[in-house]
């Protein structure tokens, strides 16, 4: 309600202002009437007490001495138009640049006139109008120059990766931590008196919005998530670096997280890889994992997993999904949901690489059976700091800052281990 009518007294305030300057300006052009209107008036008395009072007086004399009156205080005005002109010329400078600074604020349709370039310029100088710190305007306006880029732009910049041509408008990872074993884990390796996992549900939500094609990863009908063995790996893929074998393995896989398992349970996955056991290894990971991708309310068919490998190294798993969407679209709503195990003293990481608003982030366990710690780095100050967040006693994290928007790169990474009392026993 506050924000209503500070909003109205905005409005208000500056209906008044706007109103004030037009009535200004109408008493200015009055006040010159006015003045024109006087001079002539002392002119015609002028005549008329000449006449009255040279009766001798010719009408050619009358006209002579109303025409040099006239030619005086044409140059008195004279004089005057050019000293007001050049006393006046900055303020009137001031006027007209308030004007169009009026129009491009109240009528955004008007930038569409400009150029690209001036649209940054205009920009940039609004920034440092309000920050006074050329340090942090610099910061803040090269942090806004990727997004101010056209599409001509992310096709002749090389420099640009898929992270520069995408944000998130909306954001929601729930995190479900079990420690009983369910009969799709039992092929993993078994140790009834330390068992070397726990388990993860995890379900993401998410809308993002594509700003070129270069970082579309939904531009096809198939669409891929990769499952990383190792966290060197993913961390490549989240912090954008072009090095290393991995970006090769899971281009442009919509999501990805780290499959962090024993090694030979990775050999599960290697033994069933070649042609002849290809449907065992999908009939295998859709028991396991139970993937499931949606997107725009079309739900993805699971189509192929395979061993990501390069020159003889598995890197991970690549699960690949047939779905109905519009690939063309700019704007998509993405969910992803799916079971795994993970090895105990490891992390579950958030990683945010997009700008993303609303982000909602949970995480429930089993107290009596877990410790688990939060570290979050949301790139948000007070309202995501570790005291801001939400930590029950029946063993649950959250983290929700609506309406606001978090930066690259951000999240909250989970340490999860073994009670102590299970870990002394």
Known sequence: MATENSNGSAKVNDHDKAL?????????????????????????????????????????????????????????????????????KDSYAAEISEQILDTLMYHPEAMELYENDQKKVFVNSFIGSIVDDKDAAEMIENHLDTYLLTPQDFKEKASLTAGDCRIKTAFSYRFVLETERTQAFMPLRT????????????????????????????????????????????????????????????????????????DEDKAIFRELQDSDHKSELTDFVRKMFRPHVTIDRHKGELYDVSVGSYKGRDYGLLVTFKV??????????????????????????????????????????????????????????????????????????????????????????????????????
């Open 324 to 425: 109905g969407h519009d690939s063309a679209a700019k704007t998509h709503d993405v969910a992803i949901i799916f079971h795994m195990p993970k090895r105990w003293d490891s992390i579950l990481e958030v990683a945010i690489v997009e700008p993303t608003r609303d982000p909602q982030i949970s995480i429930s366990y089993n107290e009596d059976a877990m410790d688990v710690e939060m570290y979050s780095f949301l790139s948000k100050g007070d309202d995501s700091s570790y005291e801001n967040t939400l930590e029950e006693e029946n063993g649950v994290y959250s983290i929700a800052l609506s309406g606001q928007w978090v930066y690259p790169m951000s999240g909250v990474i989970f340490f999860v281990r073994k009670d102590y009392r299970l870990r002394d026993k």
């Open 20 to 88: 004030e300057k037009k009535i200004g300006k109408q008493n200015k052009k009055l006040g010159y009437i006015l003045l024109y209107v006087g001079v002539l008036l002392l002119i015609i008395l002028g005549e008329v007490f000449l006449f009255f009072n040279d009766p001798d007086a010719t009408l050619m004399d009358l006209l002579k001495d109303t025409v040099g009156n006239l030619m005086g205080v044409l140059a008195a005005f004279l004089v005057f138009d050019i000293a007001h002109e050049w006393m006046s």
């Open 191 to 262: 140790d009834p008196e330390n068992d070397p996992y726990y388990y993860v549900q995890e379900e993401l939500n998410y809308t993002v919005k594509y700003l070129d094609e270069k970082g579309n990863n939904m531009d096809s009908e198939f669409v891929k998530i990769g499952l990383i063995y190792d966290n060197y790996g993913l961390d490549a893929f989240l912090r954008g670096s072009r090095d290393g074998e991995e970006k090769a393995v899971f281009k442009n896989c919509l999501f990805r997280e780290m499959l962090d398992i024993c």
